[in-house]
């Protein structure tokens, strides 16, 4: 065997997490290790840290399934040898040999090391000019230590002192407590006690005045919200705000934009109801005089903003919503994003743009009919009152020539109290106005409720998410073979599009396969042909990649059926809410900055009178409310029809 100094140049092991797609590629690479293992050789630090790497894939339970028990075991007894010698050394480091150690460390084992240098207690040999020294020789290895509990709290002041002068110390506070996070597995940082909240700002304040500060951690100071960890006063978002849009000018300057361009019309001569085009990066969306003429009544003409704008999806979710689904690798991946903000991909701008731009058509279109779109939505709510008779709600747009500015302080409270009665009738039955006059505490909504018992469906079950990972995500390493390279970006769409051979699959991904072979997830035919087993569960578990939920009543009865049995194995839940959790995070994006600080957040400042005085941002706005509404009112039909539709209704109870 090749000396073990030798590993370096081939890919060291690492272990990721239990959740990570790698495994079976590196459970491949460690058999060939283990294989290859004598206790004649003389291992380095980093040698024996890879061995402990395949250990916590060990204890986690994972191997690759071909493993005998027999395998399993001597495997095993060669890395518990390790493990004991890697204790050994560890407990020999000290502040004589610690930093001639951590010079002759491998990058990919400098988080192993701390974390070991923690569990083991190797800190208590550590004084603290010798740490101070390592921060200073050492300062990016912070990001290894602040993860571990006791070494931070030992070193408390050390710590501190070294943060308040470090360069990265902002970036590492707003990483943290401001940052959404892709990766759930991502670790805990534990700052100093001593670290007050006037010391952190000041850190973020200091970092705002520098000439280089990133823009995407001046956003996430910007889009801060105050928490128990982090409080950033106006004054110093206020800086981060005018810091930000400097810098941003600064981009646009230099042409790195994100161009996005929608256009729409209407057109008299053209017979089908919409025509689509997509030149040179521009979408194009024309809409026929003629179809819109033909609709008989206001009513059905409301119902164009599902059908023909895709309000609503044939689901009768709102299209609109921003999906994970729809990010592509790029966005997911590019800048920091604050765990504040709503997540806006190019997709969701674009249906943002169009949205907008297909409520001004109709208005067009409706003022040359001496109507308008408040006349439509008035006119809906007439139809929605006939449904639920003898029940009324109230509400009605008021027609009149004031500026925006006092229609939209009108508007606003009118929508919140349709709410009030919406939840009030699916509680109770009925509509009890004077009850609900009795609090003007604005409604969240998430709080109102369907009339409903079941309305969606949705999993936060491990095997469901991990399943949906293999199968749908771009980021599995399963969709990718020799035969058809990357034409489809995940293993559902290149099962099911093409004829794959359990030979096309590399070896790596071949252990993942007859683990879902065996499972009954897949199956391989005479002809060796991989084919998915269990269609109905993997296309339930595709609706909820491609909406995070499913809209339970609009799937037929053999998909309910699944779904029930899933239910009942509790990898699925139900609630019965007018709002899906998307819909209500998309409802709070256009009005609550309490919820997301990139919104419109139209409900406070207008409430508040926080508002800009510009009159033609208040036209904007009021557009934006009135789409809104539109989209309430729509589910607000829906839920009304599921109910007198379904017969079925109280099978569940939430």
């Known amino acids: 065997m090749k000396n073990v100094n030798s590993r370096k140049e081939i890919e060291r092991i690492v272990f990721y997490s239990k959740e990570d797609g790698a495994a079976s590629h590196n459970l491949i690479k460690a058999e060939k290790l283990l294989d290859n293992f004598s206790f004649n050789q003389n291992f380095t630090l980093n040698d024996l840290l890879e061995f402990y790497n395949v250990k916590l894939y060990f204890d986690n339970d994972l191997f690759l399934t071909k493993w005998s028990k027999s395998d399993k075991e001597k495997y095993n007894q060669i890395i518990e040898k390790n493990w004991s010698s890697l204790k050994e050394r560890f407990l020999k480091i000290n502040d004589l040999n610690i930093e001639e150690i951590m010079n002759d460390l491998e990058y990919r084992y400098k988080n192993n090391f701390w974390e070991l240098i923690n569990k083991l207690s190797i800190y208590k040999n550590i004084s603290h000019s010798t740490f101070s020294d390592i921060l200073e020789k050492f300062s990016s290895q912070i990001n290894y230590i602040l993860p571990q509990k006791n070494i931070v709290q030992k070193f408390n002041k050390v710590t501190r002192d070294f ?33 007050s909240l006037s010391d952190k700002e000041s850190i973020i304040s200091v ?27 106006d004054k110093t ?8 849009e400097e810098q941003n000018n600064e981009i646009i300057e230099k042409g790195h934009t994100w161009n996005i361009r929608v256009q729409g019309g209407l057109s ?69 994003k604050s765990k504040n903000e709503y997540e806006i991909g190019e997709v969701f701008t674009r249906k943002e743009m169009l949205s907008i731009l297909q409520l001004h058509l109709i208005e067009n279109y409706l003022k040359r009919k001496d109507s308008g779109i408040e006349q439509v939505i008035n006119s809906f709510i007439s139809h929605i009152n006939e449904l639920l008779e003898p029940n009324n709600l109230i509400f009605q747009i008021r027609i009149s020539d004031s500026p925006e500015l006092d229609k939209i302080r009108t508007l606003l409270p009118d929508f919140d109290f349709l709410l009030k009665q919406y939840k009030n009738l699916a509680d109770d039955g009925t509509i009890d106005i004077e009850l609900l006059q009795v609090s003007s ?34 980021q599995s390493h399963m969709y990718y073979t020799e035969t058809f390279g990357t034409k489809h970006t995940n293993l559902f769409d290149l099962l099911t599009r093409e004829t794959v051979n359990i030979e096309d699959f590399a070896n790596y991904q071949k252990d993942t396969i007859q683990t879902l072979v065996k499972d009954g997830y897949l199956k391989i035919n005479k002809e060796k042909n991989v084919e998915i087993d269990k269609i109905t569960l993997i296309y339930i578990i595709r609706e909820i990649h491609r909406n995070e939920l499913l809209s339970y009543w609009y799937y037929p009865k053999y998909v309910r059926d699944k779904i029930d049995l899933l239910i009942e194995e509790k990898k699925l839940f139900v609630e019965n809410t007018l709002f899906s959790k998307e819909e209500v995070k998309y409802l709070n994006f256009y009005l609550n900055q309490k919820i997301y600080t990139n919104g419109y957040d139209l409900r406070n400042k207008y409430s508040h009178g926080t508002n800009t005085q510009s009159e033609q941002k208040h036209k904007n706005d009021y557009y934006l409310i009135l789409k809104i509404i539109i989209l309430t009112l729509l589910k607000i039909e829906d839920d009304i029809i599921i109910n007198k539709k379904t017969a079925a209704n109280n099978v569940y109870k939430t």
Do not use: C, W
């Open 268 to 336: 008299k001569d053209q017979d089908e109801p919409v025509i689509f085009k997509n030149e040179n990066g521009l979408i194009e969306a024309t809409y026929s005089e003629k179809y819109l003429d033909g609709i008989e009544n206001q009513v059905n003409l409301f119902k164009a903003f599902s059908y023909l704008f895709n309000y609503t999806d044939e689901t009768s979710l709102i299209y609109l919503v921003s999906k994970a689904s729809e990010l592509d690798v790029m966005e997911r991946v590019m800048g920091l």
């Open 237 to 244: 978002k206020y800086k981060a705000k005018k810091k930000a």
């Open 441 to 474: 505490k604005p409604i969240g909504f998430s709080q109102i409720t369907s009339q409903n018992n079941i309305k969606y469906v949705y999993s936060n079950d491990e095997l469901i998410l991990k399943l949906k990972h293999i199968f749908f995500s771009d």
């Open 163 to 195: 943060l308040l002068s470090y360069k990265n110390s902002a970036e590492i506070l707003l990483s943290q407590f401001e940052e959404k996070k892709s990766d759930k597995k991502s670790p805990k940082f534990y700052f100093p006690k001593s670290l």
């Open 207 to 233: 970092y705002l005045d520098r000439e280089d500060s990133n823009l995407n951690y001046v956003r996430l100071a910007q889009k801060s919200k105050d928490s128990n960890e982090l409080k950033l006063s």
